[in-house]
């Protein structure tokens, strides 16, 4: 991936930022241009917004195969986090061990690396999740 | 709209094909094909090739003009148009065929989906795959194809008690029906134990939960119905054909459990059948993961939702049960070269149809539905065949 490609994305990434319809109110991960329940009345009221940055797990798995770019990882926990705000986002689970993660349990988001382009590239951050 | 009938079909052997290339496995299936419906290559209108990601298993794009090309179709000049949606890119080209042909734009169409996946490693492939999920916000931080569809099981298994046995089941039925299919990757019954203790992929999902990595292509002609007649003497008829989308990320759905692609595919084509779910007697669905099937069950209604997993255990979607469900063995043991998978599933309920199965037939087969997918849920596209 170059670099670009990824940095265009750090504002959400860093700052976990989601939209609010200002017509319905419905909460999106991450930001859309238009809301999928408002269509044309929510745009130019989509507001951006910071998420408070807790939730739970929805649901979780350990993944043992993976693509090179995580190779050095594995086995590494792959979560779907339900945020308090009710939106759902995919992320790592970090800080804890796999056999005590349940469907349910309270994590908070934090910065992390979440990969590099090679020995010598830039490295990536965003978010991973850990227990509250 | 015309009706449109299935008149021809082909496909090559599915597994680690090392000595065939992408274009000699396309041919193949389409010559089969145009020979089994006794049609010469000048009577054909147009052409449509499923495929999800030449240009990353094979470095070549455009490979729709190739096929038709090698095809010896290069003089005729006929439209050969590549169809992409992931994992669902064969069915979808089915059904840009169907509409040209039912839109009375064009009367003989050619569908071919294939993928050449063992040019590449085990890892690069998994990469390649999992760029169907969301690649900005699923993909970029681990999430895979296999660990997406692990979160579907594990919430599965929570919200309906489903057990890892009855997930495992659909591997050990598979397997089954796969012994009694010659062109299958996997031709051997597999046991409970040995899905269960298959090395992991994504807990709880293992390496038996997973279809293969595939080399493999297959074909399909179709044709106005009106015109079928002179060709076929029981010419197969598409009776529905049906396509829906859903969120590209998983994470943006309110309930996991549930394909609502699937559902709206389902509940459209059963409409233009004019059958329900009660008078389908066989099925190929799209299990590119245990779990999967267990979701189609129940979306496409053959299963109340959440009673899947033990109808699976029961038997019920065995050969002989109350529906055989994947009796080409499905993707796990057919094989799953992906832009084929879908074209391969309309062979198989074709040859069903034709009461040409062999060993697997399923008696008396009047009507068949074909469900499938692209990455977790994003495309579903549903066809329901029956005898002309």
């Known amino acids: 991936m170059t670099t670009a490609r990824f940095w265009r994305d750090n504002a959400t990434r860093y700052n976990l930022m989601a939209t609010r319809c200002g017509s319905c109110g419905k909460v999106t991960f991450p930001p859309r241009h238009v809301c999928p329940i408002c269509h044309r009345r929510s745009m130019g009221k989509m507001e951006k917004f910071r998420l408070s940055g807790k939730g739970e797990v929805y649901s979780f798995t350990l993944v043992h195969e993976a693509p090179a770019a995580f190779e050095l990882q594995k086995p590494y926990i792959v979560a779907m986090i339900k945020m308090d705000e009710g939106v759902m986002m995919t992320a790592q689970l970090s800080d804890c061990e796999y056999a005590e993660v349940k469907i349910g349990m309270r994590v908070k988001a934090t910065l992390r690396k979440i990969g590099e382009e090679g020995a010598g590239g830039v490295i990536h951050y965003g978010y991973k999740f850990v227990p509250e | ?388």
């Open chain 2, 1 to 388: 709209m015309r009706e449109v009938a299935v008149i021809g079909i082909g496909i090559t052997k599915f597994g680690e094909l090392w000595d065939s290339s992408f274009r000699e496995m396309g041919i193949m299936a389409g010559l089969a094909a145009l020979a089994d419906a006794k049609v010469s290559s000048e009577e054909v209108d147009a052409m449509y090739v499923g495929n999800m990601s030449a240009g990353r298993y094979i470095e070549q794009e455009h490979v729709a003009a190739l096929i038709a090309d090698y095809s010896g179709l290069a003089r005729d000049h006929i439209p050969a148009t590549r169809v992409e949606a992931a994992g669902a890119s064969g069915g979808l080209a089915i059904r840009q065929a169907y509409l040209a042909i039912a839109s009375g734009m064009h009367d003989m169409v050619v569908v071919g989906g294939a993928e050449k996946m063992t040019d590449v490693g085990d890892m690069e492939s998994n990469a390649i795959q999992s760029s169907a999920a969301d690649q900005q916000w699923e993909s970029v931080f681990g999430a895979t194809s296999p660990s997406l569809h692990a979160m579907i099981a594990r919430r599965h298994m929570f919200q309906y008690g489903t057990t890892r046995e009855q997930i495992a089941q659909v591997a050990v039925k598979n397997h089954l029906h796969g012994s009694f299919n010659p062109n299958a990757q996997f031709q051997r019954e597999i046991d409970l134990k040995t899905v269960l203790r298959s090395p992991p992929v994504a807990d709880p999902l293992g390496l038996f939960d997973c279809a293969p990595n595939s080399d493999g292509a297959a074909a399909v002609v179709l044709c106005s119905l009106d015109k079928a007649r002179r060709y076929a003497e029981a010419p197969i008829k598409i009776l529905a054909s049906a396509q829906a989308s859903d969120t590209l990320a998983l994470h943006s759905r309110a309930d996991i459990c549930t394909f609502e692609a699937t559902r709206f595919a389902a509940r459209n084509a059963y409409k233009q059948a004019n059958i329900g779910p009660q008078d389908i007697q066989l099925a190929e669905v799209h299990d590119n993961f245990t779990i999967s099937e267990i979701l189609a069950i129940e979306d496409l209604g053959f299963f109340e939702k959440g009673k899947g997993g033990k109808a699976v255990e029961d038997g019920l979607t065995k050969l002989g049960g109350q529906i055989a469900v994947n009796t080409s063995g499905g993707l796990k043991a057919r094989g799953d070269p992906i832009g084929a998978t879908g074209v391969a599933q309309i062979v198989e309920l074709v040859t069903q149809l034709r009461n040409q199965a062999g060993k697997r037939q399923v008696p008396n087969a009047k009507y068949a539905l074909a469900q499938n997918v692209g990455g977790t849920g994003a495309t579903a596209i549903v066809h329901i065949l029956g005898v002309a």
